[in-house]
């Protein structure tokens, strides 16, 4: 049971090819490309000209926009099975957002006219669209309000309770393990490098987390679902 609503910061997304036809999922199906992606490279760049939309098979991918400073905020961490890119693709606008993977992934892309192609006769794709553009309108609305109104020692606590969830199914020795660079947990938490090691510092002597390397470990949920007073 989780003591956080974790709905309300998932885009729930990967449930979009639901239910269409088997003539819509073998068009789909057949102009997908799959590529292996190393940790660290990008997907797609702000400012960039959307050719197709991507589906995460394998590992996780941030979203985020860059600072002047070229400093990364990441406001969305994609799971397997989630869909990115298609929001541009939509509206039909350059990226405003750039997705980049966290880990070594593997990331399938369906080309951008062939998605429209069954998007046009599809009216439960358009369904689905829809329904879940609305909800990630939600989701970006409670991320928002998060970074304004709760302390970076919270937002941590938050993320990490997140995180737990998004890397469940990464266990050793069953436990969950969440393997991210400090950098990248920085840019979710949206604070200093330095602030969130010194943060980390504090949970372990709270007995709240361990690490093993890069690898968090939590160990009182409780604890950590207190300290980020989310009502």
């Known amino acids: 049971m989780n003591l956080i609503p974790i709905d309300q910061f998932y885009f729930n997304n990967d449930s979009i090819f639901d239910n269409l036809s088997e003539g819509e999922l073998e068009l789909l199906n057949s102009r997908m490309v799959t590529l292996k992606y190393k940790q660290g490279q990008i997907i797609f760049q702000e400012g960039g000209l959307p050719l197709g939309i991507f589906i995460v098979k394998q590992g996780k991918v941030k979203k985020y926009k860059t600072g002047i400073d070229g400093k990364e905020q990441i406001f969305y961490v994609c799971k397997e099975k989630e869909l990115i890119g298609?929001?541009?693709?939509?509206?039909?606008?350059?990226?405003?957002?750039?997705?980049?993977?966290?880990?070594?992934?593997?990331?399938?892309?369906?080309?951008?006219?062939?998605?429209?192609?069954?998007?046009?006769?599809?009216?439960?794709?358009?369904?689905?669209?829809?329904?879940?553009?609305?909800?990630?309108?939600?989701?970006?609305?409670?991320?928002?309000?998060?970074?304004s109104q709760k302390s970076v020692r919270e937002r941590l606590a938050l993320a990490l309770l997140i995180l737990k969830d998004k890397y469940k199914e990464n266990i050793v020795n069953d436990i969950i393990h969440i393997t991210l660079s400090r950098d990248d947990l920085a840019g979710i938490v949206g604070t200093a490098k330095e602030t969130l090691v010194r943060l980390l510092h504090n949970f372990k002597d709270e007995s709240l987390i361990r690490t093993e390397g890069r690898a968090i470990i939590i160990l009182d949920t409780k604890g950590l679902a207190k300290v980020a007073n989310f009502k």
Request: hydrophobic share 45%.
């Open 86 to 147: 298609y929001h541009a693709l939509l509206s039909e606008e350059y990226y405003s957002d750039s997705a980049a993977t966290m880990e070594d992934s593997i990331i399938s892309m369906i080309p951008k006219d062939d998605f429209l192609k069954v998007l046009n006769i599809s009216s439960v794709l358009s369904n689905h669209l829809l329904k879940n553009l609305s909800h990630e309108f939600s989701v970006l609305i409670n991320s928002i309000a998060i970074q």
